[in-house]
């Protein structure tokens, strides 16, 4: 079987108990899942939604809730030593497999909990974070998100948000464009001198959900070398409406991106814990389905491999060197 990374999951987001672990948890992603699946890396997020916090409070509270976040994270690794390790830099890709462990590699989803203080992105470097979403659903500090309306969708980023995406580049965390608006993309284009991603979206022209990205976007990212992680919410994968998340969708949107931006731009993204509905997979241990599926419907198993893994561990290699 083949090891794979996951670049993104709000698993540790959705950790509101205290003492709730990973060992044989209920969620979506827990340890034992993570091995039948055989996960080399998982991403797990900091989901902290700034719009959704009052203004009064916006300069701090979401802050304070990434930290909180940041510590579960760091007590999880402790907790389970023996199965986890954190993933830091390229050197660390490998040490885990090695061990056989597997990989934590923490991530921002709506960088807005930095506000205006540029110092914040430098701690959150510190405490691990390595990949960072500008925005989520809503308008932050950095820029504008992805939406319906046409007015808001063409906005770009903000001149502290072009500036962050400097800095991310110098200090080698993953510019990460899921949730951004299409303006925003084009500048991360432009702007970032070191390849980015889409670490949960799908193909906008199969499914025309915003969320999603355009074949040009798509055509963009693997010039610019970057990635996009296969999204296993049903929004992102059909317009059916039936909320439901089927392989042979999935493999549509693999086939089609593919045929759009080669199988260099392809990864895996499934967004476990922040999604729901009818899952034909819906924990890590479905992964190899997937793998089959792929296989059968024409992928070699060296393209498999490297959407499986090596595609997302060339740009962070690119990005932490």
Not at 147 to 175: C, Q, T, Y
Not at 280 to 299: D, Q, S, V, W, Y
Request: aromatic share 8%; proline share 4%.
């Amino acid at each position: 079987m083949i090891p794979y990374i996951d670049l993104h999951s709000d698993t540790i987001t959705m950790m509101h108990c205290p003492m709730e672990n990973l060992e044989r948890s209920r969620r979506m992603v827990n340890i034992e899942r993570m091995r039948r699946g055989y996960t080399q890396v998982q991403c797990f997020s900091a989901y902290v939604p700034t719009g959704h916090y009052p203004e009064a409070v916006r300069r701090f509270l979401p802050w304070r809730r990434f930290c909180f976040i940041a510590d579960k994270k760091d007590w999880l690794l402790k907790r389970h030593s023996d199965a986890l390790f954190p993933v830091l830099g390229t050197e660390d890709l490998e040490r885990g497999s090695k061990a056989g462990k597997i990989g934590v590699l923490f991530t921002i989803e709506d960088a807005g909990v930095i506000g205006r203080c540029e110092s914040r992105l430098d701690e959150a470097y510190r405490r691990g974070v390595r990949i960072a979403s500008l925005t989520w659903n809503h308008e932050n500090t950095l820029a504008f998100p992805n939406s319906r309306d046409a007015f808001v969708m063409e906005k770009g980023l903000k001149p502290f948000g072009a500036k962050m995406v400097e800095k991310m580049n110098e200090l080698g965390i993953v510019v990460d464009v899921s949730h951004l608006s299409d303006g925003g993309f084009w500048d991360v284009v432009r702007m970032s001198k070191k390849p980015f991603v889409a670490t949960h979206s799908n193909s906008r022209s199969l499914t025309g959900h915003p969320r999603n990205l355009t074949d040009e976007m798509i055509r963009a990212l693997a010039e610019k070398g970057g990635v996009m992680g296969l999204n296993f919410a049903p929004a992102f994968l059909t317009e059916d409406g039936k909320r439901e998340s089927r392989i042979e969708d999935m493999v549509r949107h693999v086939l089609h991106i593919r045929k759009v931006g080669g199988s260099g731009v392809l990864a895996i993204g499934s967004d476990f814990d922040g999604i729901t509905g009818n899952l034909e997979i819906g924990t890590p241990a479905g992964i190899p389905r997937l793998a089959h599926a792929l296989k059968k419907a024409g992928l070699s198993v060296s393209e498999i491999e490297a959407m499986w893994q090596g595609n997302a561990r060339r740009v962070l290699e690119e990005v932490w060197k």
